[in-house]
């Protein structure tokens, strides 16, 4: 059994006040709902404040990128020794690290083993954009993509995929759950090739994407869709519980 997991991306939104607001209006009511993995991924300048904030309660924080050293002469950047500190989570690979800022599939290969190694838990995302979906290019790079990060590495402890396409992010043009489900399927079928049947049948796959709390449901009844990634909507408290509560009553857990 894949206990069902929901992760908002604050993306580069609120301030350390803001943040604290935020979960504070929503801390009462995601206590109260169970047998759900749910993990918030504030900007870095608030995981510390987040991090307190969260102590009694059994919700989890994540980073949103990290660099792959350890420590050492990269202004700017963000350790995985650091993070592991504060969280017990990271997103890695996200569609936006790729292509505004340039990481490949090597560099976000290198986030991932970087983690691994450093009790850092991944979400690791994966996702075509419009012109390679149109092409009938999304099962090859997705392929690609999963085949870089996780191919020399014998397993990524507590590791989460996110299936995101590029084109589904932010546009409120989601994709449909069928199409979400089969290439989550594709997905699996990947990891089952590299890492075994065992881990690949166990581990979360989460669909990402204009993800609210209006089409939610449709896609954690897809039995392959073990949760989401929700960017825009978790910055809203109403929306980001809507989402957490569908997807604990749809995957059978009591809230
Ligand atoms: P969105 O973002 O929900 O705003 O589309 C999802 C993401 O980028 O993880």
């Not at 301030?15 to 759900?36: F, R």
């Not at 450093?118 to 979906?133: A, D, Q």
């Not at 699996?188 to 890492?195: D, G, H, Q």
Request: net charge negative.
């Amino acid at each position: 059994m894949r206990i069902p997991f929901v992760a908002g991306n604050w993306k580069m939104n609120t301030t350390v006040t803001e943040a604290e607001t935020l979960v504070y209006t929503m801390l009462d009511q995601l206590d109260n709902i169970a047998g759900i993995e749910i993990v918030l991924c504030p900007p870095f300048v608030s995981l510390l404040a987040i991090n307190m904030m969260l102590k009694d309660f059994p919700i989890k924080l994540g980073a949103q990128n990290m660099h792959f050293e350890l420590k050492g002469a990269h202004t700017g950047e963000i350790s995985p020794l650091m993070l592991s500190e504060l969280c017990e989570f990271v997103i890695l690979g996200h569609s936006e690290r790729r292509w505004y800022f340039g990481e490949t599939d090597e560099i976000v290969g290198k986030k991932v083993k970087a983690a691994a190694t450093n009790k850092l838990k991944p979400i690791f995302c994966v996702g075509e954009r419009l012109e390679e979906n149109e092409t009938g290019k999304t099962k090859e790079v997705i392929s690609r993509q999963i085949t870089t990060a996780l191919a020399d590495i014998e397993s990524v402890p507590g590791l989460v995929i996110a299936y995101e396409p590029v084109w589904a992010i932010g546009t409120g043009k989601a994709a449909s759950s069928e199409q979400a489900a089969d290439t989550i399927g594709f997905i699996r079928s990947i990891v089952k090739k590299i890492w075994g049947k065992d881990i690949a049948q166990n581990l979360r796959i989460l669909y990402g994407g204009s993800v609210t709390s209006d089409n939610i449901a449709e896609f954690v009844s897809q039995q392959e869709i073990d949760g989401a990634l929700v960017g825009g909507a978790s910055l809203k408290a109403e929306e980001f519980l809507g989402i957490v509560k569908q997807s604990a009553v749809i995957k059978g857990k009591s809230i």
